[in-house]
């Protein structure tokens, strides 16, 4: 009789959107897959009260899109099909005028999708595969990482005990797994909040007189209210509404304590968007949803040795002003089993080499290192970009610049966001060649000026002076 080939066994902690992605990665390669959740289960209508309430819907986008289709699965086109695609921003002044600005050339967009929706076909289609177990409401408790000794508790209190290859924590901004590899390793970490806080209400769809439902704007666009200090975004849902966000410094939300001085706020800044929402709605929902904080969270190294790795938010939070969280955290997915497949130690097959393991481990810790320190710093740019510079009209000329140039030369000079959410060129690149051609262009712009005279020259350097921070994680 043939031998039963022992697989090996790895435990995922956090079933949420990297995590379920995960699980079929490490399923697809044969690896004996379990993975854990402590909410309950995500695809039961009636637990959908009790979970956590967070960015109803998101932008995914091309790094994200390519760890889907990299599944083998089709993960990516089941996913785009339940998407609305977003070509551009739409800006709305303070008189209530719309104006578009396209994020890259016409076929570019990224998409607007339901977080619920996104969960629960992740978690199906790794529930779907025969060797992944999904073990939900069971928490992470206790690990022991040098014998992969793991013990969670249900909610009445049992304890659990499971013994596994590798920990695989992919268990959010509060990450156990993080807090023990921390223990365990040299971990350098920093977390730093910003002064500004968001709270979400809803647009809901516009009912027709056929009794139809349409939605209030186009929901082609990504919505914006910029308002320099602060801003509100709305981001499309398929039932025809919008989810917007309303990010502001946390002393706008603490002043703001009754309907008038809510409704004082709206009048004077968003009143365009007082109808939409509906003025009973807004007093409801804003005194009533939660209000979240948002904060930037680094560190490094990313394992414990051959045993441990953490992924997506409990290895990297970012704000969320450049859309990418998730994109980032399904990229470590695919950029983790890279790593893996080429050592040969992702197959699930292959015994485990702990030494090779541990090498495969700390190569991903090391490359994938300064790409996450790159967009956390990208992503707090791109706030004061949403919410001041996008209205500037030095943004708006060296915009309009940088198109015209990607046009004549598409490889020499890329916009920033055209490399952010349209390509997969690693995002430490992405910085230093925005530092590169902001100068380029700057420098050219100084010569070709220069013949028209000083002022020009002048005018030209405020217009179009680049970042001149110093790179990322320094
Ligand atoms: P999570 O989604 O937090 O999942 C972690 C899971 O682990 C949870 O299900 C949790 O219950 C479980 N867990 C935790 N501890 C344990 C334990 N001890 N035992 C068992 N299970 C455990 N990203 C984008 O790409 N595009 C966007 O447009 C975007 N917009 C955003 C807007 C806002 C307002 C915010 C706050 C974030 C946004 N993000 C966006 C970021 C995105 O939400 C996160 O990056 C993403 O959810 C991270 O996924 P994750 O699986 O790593 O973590």
Same mark, same amino acid.
């Given at each position: 009789?043939?031998?039963?080939?022992?697989?090996?066994?790895?435990?995922?902690?956090?079933?949420?959107?990297?995590?379920?992605?995960?699980?079929?990665? !490490?399923?697809?390669?044969?690896?004996?897959?379990?993975?854990?959740?402590?909410?309950?289960?995500?695809?039961?209508?009636?637990? !959908?009260?009790?979970?956590?309430?967070?960015?109803? *819907?998101?932008?995914?986008?091309?790094?994200?899109?390519?760890?889907?289709?990299?599944?083998?699965?089709?993960?990516?086109?089941?996913?785009?099909?339940?998407?609305?695609?977003?070509?551009?921003?739409?800006? +709305?002044?303070?008189?209530?005028?719309?104006?578009?600005?396209?994020?890259?050339?016409?076929?570019?967009?990224?998409?607007?999708?339901?977080?619920?929706?996104? *969960?629960?076909?992740?978690? *199906?289609?790794?529930?779907?595969?025969?060797?992944?177990?999904?073990?939900?409401?069971?928490?992470?408790?206790?690990?022991?990482?040098?014998?992969?000794?793991?013990?969670?508790?249900?909610?009445?209190?049992?304890?659990?005990?499971?013994?596994?290859?590798?920990?695989?924590?992919? =268990?959010?901004?509060?990450?156990?797994?993080?807090?023990?590899?921390?223990?365990?390793?040299?971990?350098?970490?920093?977390?730093?909040?910003?002064? +500004?806080?968001?709270?979400?209400?809803?647009?809901?769809? $516009?009912?027709?007189?056929?009794?139809?439902?349409?939605?209030?704007? =186009?929901?082609?666009?990504?919505?914006?209210?910029?308002? +320099?200090?602060?801003?509100?975004?709305?981001?499309? #849902?398929?039932?025809?509404?919008?989810?917007?966000?309303?990010?502001?410094?946390? =002393?706008?939300? %603490?002043?703001?304590?009754?309907?008038?001085?809510?409704?004082?706020?709206?009048?004077?800044?968003?009143?365009?968007?007082?109808?939409?929402?509906?003025?009973?709605?807004?007093? $409801?929902?804003?005194?009533? #949803?939660?209000?979240?904080?948002?904060?930037?969270?680094?560190?490094?190294?990313?394992? !414990?040795?051959?045993?441990?790795?953490?992924?997506?938010?409990?290895?990297?939070?970012?704000?969320?002003?450049?859309?990418?969280?998730? #994109?980032?955290?399904?990229?470590?997915?695919?950029?983790?089993?890279?790593?893996?497949?080429?050592?040969?130690?992702?197959?699930?097959?292959?015994?485990?080499?702990?030494?090779?393991?541990?090498?495969?481990? %700390?190569?991903?810790?090391?490359?994938?290192?300064?790409?996450?320190?790159?967009?956390?710093?990208?992503?707090?740019?791109?706030?004061?970009?949403?919410?001041?510079?996008?209205?500037?009209?030095?943004?708006?000329?060296?915009?309009?610049?940088?198109?015209?140039?990607?046009?004549?030369?598409?490889?020499?000079?890329?916009?920033?966001?055209?490399?952010?959410?349209?390509?997969?060129?690693?995002?430490?690149?992405?910085?230093?060649?925005?530092?590169?051609?902001?100068?380029?262009?700057?420098?050219?712009?100084?010569?070709?000026?220069?013949?028209?005279?000083?002022?020009?020259?002048?005018?030209?350097?405020?217009?179009?002076?680049?970042?001149?921070?110093?790179?990322?994680?320094?």
């Amino acid at each position: 009789m043939e031998k039963e080939i022992e697989r090996k066994r790895v435990a995922i902690i956090g079933a949420g959107l990297v995590g379920s992605l995960s699980s079929v990665y !490490f399923a697809h390669r044969g690896w004996d897959v379990l993975l854990f959740e402590k909410r309950p289960d995500i695809r039961k209508k009636e637990n !959908f009260a009790k979970l956590e309430k967070r960015s109803i *819907n998101l932008a995914l986008s091309q790094r994200g899109i390519s760890a889907l289709s990299r599944t083998g699965l089709g993960l990516d086109k089941l996913i785009l099909s339940k998407v609305i695609p977003m070509k551009g921003r739409m800006i +709305h002044d303070l008189g209530g005028n719309q104006v578009s600005q396209a994020y890259g050339l016409p076929h570019q967009h990224i998409n607007s999708v339901d977080r619920g929706m996104l *969960n629960e076909e992740l978690v *199906n289609t790794a529930a779907s595969l025969p060797n992944v177990t999904v073990i939900f409401e069971q928490e992470l408790k206790q690990c022991d990482l040098d014998s992969g000794s793991l013990t969670f508790s249900s909610p009445e209190g049992q304890e659990h005990h499971y013994k596994v290859d590798l920990v695989f924590g992919a =268990d959010g901004v509060h990450s156990r797994v993080r807090g023990e590899i921390m223990k365990k390793t040299r971990m350098d970490y920093s977390q730093s909040f910003i002064d +500004h806080g968001y709270c979400e209400l809803t647009i809901p769809p $516009k009912v027709l007189e056929t009794g139809e439902t349409d939605y209030e704007i =186009d929901p082609n666009h990504l919505h914006i209210w910029p308002r +320099h200090s602060y801003m509100m975004i709305a981001l499309p #849902n398929l039932d025809k509404s919008f989810t917007c966000t309303l990010f502001a410094p946390l =002393d706008i939300f %603490d002043s703001i304590k009754t309907e008038a001085q809510l409704m004082e706020l709206f009048e004077k800044d968003l009143a365009d968007a007082i109808p939409l929402i509906g003025r009973e709605a807004l007093v $409801k929902e804003y005194f009533t #949803n939660p209000k979240g904080s948002l904060m930037t969270i680094k560190c490094k190294p990313y394992h !414990f040795k051959g045993r441990a790795v953490i992924v997506g938010d409990a290895a990297h939070c970012m704000v969320p002003f450049y859309g990418q969280g998730m #994109n980032a955290g399904f990229e470590d997915v695919e950029k983790f089993f890279d790593i893996l497949d080429k050592s040969g130690q992702g197959s699930g097959a292959s015994p485990t080499d702990l030494s090779l393991m541990e090498s495969c481990l %700390d190569e991903y810790s090391t490359t994938r290192h300064p790409d996450v320190v790159a967009i956390c710093d990208l992503a707090l740019h791109n706030y004061v970009e949403m919410r001041s510079s996008v209205v500037s009209f030095s943004y708006l000329a060296r915009k309009r610049l940088e198109a015209i140039l990607h046009r004549i030369a598409p490889n020499c000079v890329i916009p920033l966001y055209t490399m952010v959410s349209f390509s997969t060129m690693r995002y430490s690149e992405v910085w230093q060649r925005w530092q590169r051609q902001s100068n380029l262009i700057l420098n050219s712009v100084i010569v070709a000026s220069s013949v028209l005279g000083l002022g020009s020259v002048l005018a030209a350097y405020f217009f179009l002076k680049p970042n001149t921070r110093p790179p990322p994680g320094q």
